[in-house]
């Protein structure tokens, strides 16, 4: 019996990810519209991102900064709460190989196995990484839907528009490409995804940081601070593949302009080079810091009031 819980599912990370999908929605999709017409735009559309903002509010409208926050709505939250719920599965399943105790170190969310836990070395930094990497692409296939029919819609502005909404518009991609056209860019996906072994890692390296030369910081501030941090080390490292991703996913239905990711990319590198796979970079870098760091507390912080113990 003991084994069987040993090796039991903690589903509180699942939980805790939902409440951190619904605070990266309402935090950070306004940058997104901004990042994402920046990607996709012809060259010379705007300016930079201000010019950007401005031009959108102007001829659209303040709502137009939700433009396509149906689909994360439902699949951020959706996704947030399996990205965040498989790492802390992915975190505890790597510790107990590191401690060479296979039963694991806790029961099925009654209490703990104290013997277990004895037993349980903390997670060493290869082991995050890992971690965020298996999680990150484990999410893919619930993302890739999800961040299509986003940036298709993010994308529709003023003057007659292809789609009334996401449910239309994964209607109109299932009609022309079928069922696995809502997939279109997973391997784009996959690729920006598993920089979240970057994020994690990151993570996991300020925090340790934080305790060792602020031991009295507050947790949540600490979990605040490096969760912005962490995120930035995030996209500076996976922004080409986001550029490549949203370019792909906002291709002509009908005149598809390319038939992979490795095309997408050639073409964007022969529009200006290294250049042109960040822009939008400047959105994407002022929305990581305040939506990862309130995400990554509230997680933090809904973990803890549900005595869910750190790995």
């Known amino acids: 019996m003991e084994e069987k819980q040993g090796r039991a599912v903690d589903l509180r990370g699942f939980a805790a990810g939902t409440a951190s999908g619904i605070t990266k929605l309402v935090v950070g999709h306004p940058f997104d519209v901004i990042k994402v017409r920046l990607q996709c735009s012809p060259r010379g559309t705007y300016a930079g991102p201000w010019d950007c903002l401005k031009r959108t509010v102007q001829s659209e409208g303040p709502r137009a900064l939700y433009k396509g926050a149906t689909p994360p709505a439902f699949g951020w939250t959706l996704s947030d709460s399996l990205l965040m719920g498989s790492l802390h599965q992915y975190r505890i399943a790597i510790a107990r190989m590191e401690s060479g105790w296979p039963s694991g170190w806790r029961d099925d969310g009654s209490g703990k196995d104290k013997a277990g836990e004895a037993n349980l070395v903390k997670l060493s930094l290869p082991g995050h990484f890992i971690s965020g990497l298996l999680a990150g692409q484990t999410v893919c296939f619930i993302a890739c839907p999800t961040e299509h029919l986003k940036a298709r819609l993010q994308m529709q502005m003023t003057g007659p528009k292809l789609y009334s909404g996401p449910i239309d518009c994964a209607k109109k991609i299932v009609a022309v490409r079928g069922w696995q056209g809502l997939w279109h860019g997973f391997g784009a996906t996959l690729l920006f995804r598993s920089h979240m072994g970057t994020m994690f890692l990151s993570y996991e390296l300020i925090q340790r940081a934080f305790k060792r030369y602020s031991p009295d910081m507050n947790p949540g501030t ?56 960040y822009h939008g970079f400047t959105p994407a870098i002022l929305r990581a810091f305040p939506t990862n760091a309130s995400a990554l507390l509230v997680w933090e912080s809904v973990m803890r009031f549900m005595g869910a113990e750190k790995v």
């Open 222 to 277: 600490a979990n605040f601070l490096s969760g912005g941090l962490a995120s930035n080390a995030f996209w500076i490292s996976s922004f080409p593949f986001d550029a490549v991703k949203n370019r792909l996913m906002t291709d002509s239905l009908t005149n598809p302009k390319y038939k992979s990711w490795m095309m997408c990319a050639r073409a964007m590198w022969a529009e200006g080079g290294a250049r042109v796979f």
